[in-house]
């Protein structure tokens, strides 16, 4: 902005992020304020709903921008009209959300505009068309009736124009939410922020005058989003070593990164993967890393919405399994039993390496139970002697444990329990 060599500089509020700012943010905003003031570039600021409402300004005494105008850093316009120079004049409304336009006409009707100046209007609200289904502040054709030669908006914090009717919104210099990454390089990054430089020239004949704007842009830190999509029928280790090598793959030093791993997956797995333990993530050379992990149960998302918990479970291992019902109450008292417990304990790496395995035998025996057609003699190697709940507890060890059966897998198994 200094290189443009300005007569001044008109920010359009949200200086600040909190309306009461850390002493470093406070110390940092002076750092860059003094370097306008060594260039002798006088820097106009109006307020927004983060550097203060009005009612916070009117309780605590005035706002930050007001101390720091005190400071001399600064010229903090209130809902006010103001002569820049003999040529022109600059009004500065505040955010009053439906407000905005009343305060406007207030400010006008107090002080007319001189249509012989260049008049600027900076506002901090929403305009109508801007955002899509948002309640607006105003409408950019009330504007333009008002007869501003420039109107430059805040409040919006990616850069939006409405150029027909002279308004422009140039976005936040640095972001402070997702909300305002805009769009992004060819490699996932959001690299960009700018400002608008005009230079305004009187016709002298015409009494008109002319406007030359250019948007510059500048480089900021980069910040990305990428999403990873989980896969159910994935290993919990072949999930995370997919994981691992997207993380690798969209690195890179300094920047702000978010993950987002979506995806359906039994909650069994679920309680063993964290993503932010992810080795990449621990050696990753970003700044900071944000991870977001939506998991959603595989089994309930298959179910209807009207149904509870055990519902959903019983008609998914009746429907999609074809689990005969007098079988599906012991899969339901598995599967809730499981839940308790790697929910309420806290497990250690055998224990964890165990409960993987295990789950993903059953996990991998239920997708394939309807598959599996057994052999005559495979089904003559499971017959056993059938008994009764209450002698079960009284079998020999011979009768548990009969010697010179075919050891046989557990899908096969599954299929002649039903």
């Known amino acids: 902005m200094i290189d443009e060599k300005p007569d001044f500089i008109i920010h359009c509020g949200d200086f600040f992020h909190q309306f009461k700012p850390t002493p470093g943010a406070i110390r940092f905003a002076i750092k860059i304020l003094e370097k306008f003031k060594q260039e002798n570039i006088p820097f106009y600021v109006i307020r927004g709903n983060h550097d203060a409402s009005k009612a916070q300004a009117q309780r605590f005494g005035g706002t930050i ?18 002569n820049i120079n003999d040529n ?4 500065g409304i505040g955010e009053y959300g ?24 900076a506002l901090h609200g ?24 420039y109107i430059a908006l805040g409040h919006y914090h990616k850069q939006w124009e409405e150029k027909e009717n002279k308004i422009y919104c140039p976005g936040s210099t640095e972001q402070t939410s997702l909300n305002d990454w805009g769009k992004p390089d060819k490699d996932g990054y959001f690299r960009k922020s700018g400002f608008y ?27 990305g989003r990428f999403s990873f999509e989980i896969k159910n029928i994935d290993s919990i280790e072949s999930i995370i070593e997919r994981a691992n090598n997207f993380v690798k793959k969209h690195d890179l030093e300094g920047a702000i990164i978010r993950y987002d791993f979506i995806g359906d997956l039994p909650i069994g797995k679920q309680s063993l993967i964290n993503f932010t333990n992810l080795s990449a993530i621990k050696e990753s050379k970003a700044l900071h890393v944000i991870v977001n992990q939506q998991l959603s149960n595989v089994v309930l998302t298959k179910a209807r919405s009207d149904l509870t918990t055990n519902e959903a479970l019983l008609e998914i291992l009746e429907k999609s399994y074809g689990f005969k019902k007098n079988f599906t109450g012991k899969w339901l008292d598995l599967v809730n039993e499981t839940i308790k417990i790697l929910g309420h304990k806290t497990i250690n790496s055998e224990e964890a390496e165990e409960i993987k395995l295990i789950y993903d035998i059953v996990t ?16 003559k ?8 709940p209450k002698s079960s507890t009284n079998l020999t060890k011979t009768e548990q444990e009969p010697k010179n059966v075919k050891q046989i897998d557990l899908a096969q198994f599954f299929k002649e329990g039903e």
């Open 98 to 121: 439906k407000s905005t336009g009343d305060v406007l006409e207030d400010v006008l009707r107090n002080n007319p505009l001189n249509q012989k100046k260049f008049n600027i209007l």
């Open 381 to 388: 190697n499971l017959e056993v002697k059938k008994v009764t």
């Open 197 to 223: 430089s005009i230079k305004s020239t009187l016709n002298v004949d015409e009494s008109l005058w002319d406007m030359d704007i250019e948007r510059k842009d500048f480089d900021i830190r980069p910040k």
């Open 126 to 149: 929403y305009l109508q068309g801007q955002v899509s289904d948002a309640i607006y502040d105003i409408s950019g054709y009330q504007l333009a009736s008002m007869g501003f030669n």
């Open 364 to 379: 991998d025996a239920s997708l394939k139970m309807s598959d599996i057609e057994l052999k005559p003699t495979e089904k």
């Open 88 to 91: 022109i004049t600059f009004t």
């Open 65 to 82: 921008l007001k101390f720091l105008e005190e400071l001399g850093y600064l010229i903090y316009v209130q809902d006010e009209t103001v």
